[in-house]
């Protein structure tokens, strides 16, 4: 069982950028597709967005479109979620996600391995 540790949360400003990471603990992460989710206070996980095994497909909730990036460097079992023009509305905890590639049930917020979460929060 792939177990996926996030990191790069905190506060920022609206307007602001910053940079998560999801760290793997073992090689077979490069078997899944992934993806990051959010929950804000009170809120259902939300998908937010998702990557292919190779990184040549990816796809994002509109709401994110052009703001965030999702990336991933299978040599480092490593997932990112770069975040730019950061507002009030994405604040939440982030998770990433490994599991087949099923934006369906993403949309549902379902995946088969989670991370414990990182909490970003967006405020002036």
């Known amino acids: 069982q792939v177990q996926l540790v996030e990191s790069g949360g905190g506060l920022v400003r609206p307007g602001g950028s910053l940079r998560l990471s999801c760290a793997a603990s073992e090689s077979t992460f490069r078997n899944y597709a992934l993806a990051w989710f959010r929950q804000a206070p009170g809120a259902g996980r939300e998908f937010v967005a998702g990557i292919s095994w190779s990184g040549s497909n990816t796809v994002y909730t509109d709401s994110v479109k052009g703001r965030l990036t999702i990336t991933r460097d299978n040599a480092k079992n490593t997932l990112y979620l770069q975040m730019n023009d950061l507002k009030p509305e994405d604040t939440g905890v982030y998770y990433c996600?490994?599991?087949?590639?099923?934006?369906?049930?993403?949309?549902?917020?379902?995946?088969?391995?989670w991370g414990q979460g990182t909490q970003v929060t967006v405020s002036s």
């Open positions: 996600g490994a599991g087949p590639w099923d934006p369906r049930s993403w949309s549902r917020g379902q995946m088969p391995y």
